[in-house]
């Protein structure tokens, strides 16, 4: 079945890094997506890793992928105010044709 | 258009009442995904458009939603006599596939708020 878990709430000092956990249980995802959700707005892509890859880096973010334990993880850098946000992480199954699988989103509060 | 843009960003009904939400997708995506964001809850899937057509109608919670899509682009999801359990953010969403990549971005709206009183 398909099930996308992820811890609902993150507090982290600016300029420490944050780290966002998820799993999943789909073994067939090819795409795996972290998403972020501003206040009353929509949806944002942050970036996604392609199933065969372990590490994806862009500027202040990192995904890591452990495949065999069905773990991903959003690392933020330098984490800022305005990183403030919920992120949710999302998974593409191989015999989708597009649906995402999203989790309930981690609630990240970064303090002064 | 340049983003998903949806409407109304906010309805308030009266339970039995019939509601319609409108998502204009970007111009030249042929996907088109509505979800259902409720308090504390992740991003249910509701229905997928390819074009006009509607081939996975799996999330729809019962028959009384209904969603078309017409000349593969605007599309209108209709909630009929609305219940309180359906107040929630209705989200949309279209998509283009990555050829670089193989990967599929969608691209979300604002969302629909939607309060069943």
């Known amino acids: 079945g398909e099930d996308v878990e992820q811890s609902l709430f993150l507090s982290v000092r600016e300029g420490d890094s944050s780290v966002i956990n998820c799993t999943y249980t789909?073994?067939?995802?090819?795409?795996l997506y972290w998403y972020k959700q501003e206040p009353g707005a929509g949806l944002q892509l942050l970036t996604y890793?392609?199933?065969?890859?372990d590490m994806k880096q862009d500027q202040r973010l990192t995904v890591l992928l452990n495949k065999k334990d069905k773990h991903l993880s959003l690392r933020i850098a330098d984490t800022q105010t305005g990183d403030s946000a919920i992120y949710f992480c999302?998974?593409?199954?191989?015999?989708?044709?597009?649906?995402?699988?999203f989790g309930a989103g981690t609630q990240v509060v970064v303090t002064p | 258009g340049a983003g998903v843009s949806q409407s109304p960003s906010n309805k308030v009904t009266e339970k039995g009442k019939d509601v319609e939400l409108r998502c204009d997708p970007i111009s030249g995506h042929t996907a088109l995904y509505w979800y259902r964001q409720s308090l504390g809850q992740g991003l249910e899937f509701l229905i997928y458009?390819?074009?006009?057509?509607?081939?996975?109608k799996s999330g729809l919670p019962s028959d009384r939603f209904s969603a078309e899509r017409t000349g593969g682009s605007v599309s209108t999801l209709t909630i009929q006599r609305t219940q309180q359990e359906d107040s929630a953010v209705y989200l949309c969403?279209?998509?283009?596939?990555?050829?670089?990549?193989?990967?599929?971005?969608?691209?979300f709206g604002a969302g629909s708020r939607l309060t069943v009183l």
């Open positions: 458009f390819q074009g006009n057509s509607a081939p996975d």
């Open positions: 789909d073994s067939s995802s090819t795409y």
């Open positions: 890793i392609f199933s065969n890859m």
């Open positions: 999302a998974e593409k199954a191989s015999d989708s044709w597009g649906k995402l699988q």
């Open positions: 969403a279209s998509s283009s596939r990555q050829f670089s990549t193989g990967a599929n971005v969608l691209t």
